[in-house]
């Protein structure tokens, strides 16, 4: 059997696995944006502490090392290029299940084509900058250069930035999914951009990790006890 199933790469495994299960559930019945945005959230959570379970081997050899890298870029891709698509996609589901509610009508007036055009140049975005980050991280190793700054927006920042925007639509009550499209769009721009985003320290990671717990504990509140959550 070809490839490695230590417990250096589960983490990265778990992260798909729970970006696939993402992607149906949020396509089932009238679309479920809320459900899936919990297991966005959990493929950030993987995703932060992958690598440093990744380390701990200290006899890896150089085809495990160089396989999680490219796993990990893939899974990267699945779970924060086309996971938050689907849940974009979700999100107009509800919108023509339940346009009678007025915060969701806006969406269901625009051509589905529309979106699809969204979510086409956000992954193809999110497939770039992952592609410009593993030829730079090659090109570092080569060198003996350490990575300080990562150039473009971390496509990983999709796991706290798309629940962020569902608990702001459903506190605000308000007809705001519209703009989830246009956050799409905008995370993408930074996804190429030249905008250089200091790379995280543990500190950092925690930090992060904190917040995504956040998100989680309010998004189930949210999807259980609120009555405008799907």
């Known amino acids: 059997m070809i490839g490695f199933f230590d417990y250096t790469v589960w983490l990265t495994y778990f992260s798909l696995i729970s970006a696939v299960i993402g992607i149906f559930v949020s396509q089932a019945g009238g679309g479920h944006p809320y459900i899936a945005s ?7 959570l993987c995703d932060a502490f992958d690598g440093m379970v990744a380390r701990t081997k200290k006899n890896r050899t150089d085809v495990e090392k160089r396989y999680g890298i490219q796993i990990d870029s893939l899974t990267d891709l699945v779970a924060f ?5 689907a849940i974009g996609a979700a999100l107009f589901k509800t919108a023509v299940v339940y346009e009678s509610i007025p915060y969701t009508a806006l969406v269901a007036q625009l051509p589905y084509a529309v979106y699809v055009a969204v979510f086409v140049l956000y992954v193809l975005a999110a497939m770039i900058r992952l592609a410009y980050f593993n030829v ?6 080569a060198t003996g250069k350490t990575m300080v700054h990562y150039t473009g927006l971390p496509v990983t920042s999709a796991s706290l930035i798309f629940p962020a925007f569902l608990l702001l639509r459903h506190l605000l009550g308000r007809e705001i999914a519209i703009f989830y499209y246009a956050v799409m769009l905008l995370t993408a721009a930074l996804f190429v951009s030249r905008v250089n985003v200091r790379k995280p320290g543990l500190r950092g990671v925690l930090i992060m990790v904190g917040i995504g717990l956040v998100e989680f504990i309010l998004i189930m509140v949210v999807r259980y006890y609120g ?3 799907f």
């Open 227 to 229: 009555h405008r959550a």
């Open 136 to 141: 730079k991280a090659e090109e570092n190793a």
């Open 38 to 44: 919990i297991f966005l959230l959990f493929c950030g």
């Open 81 to 85: 290029g086309v996971l938050p698509a």
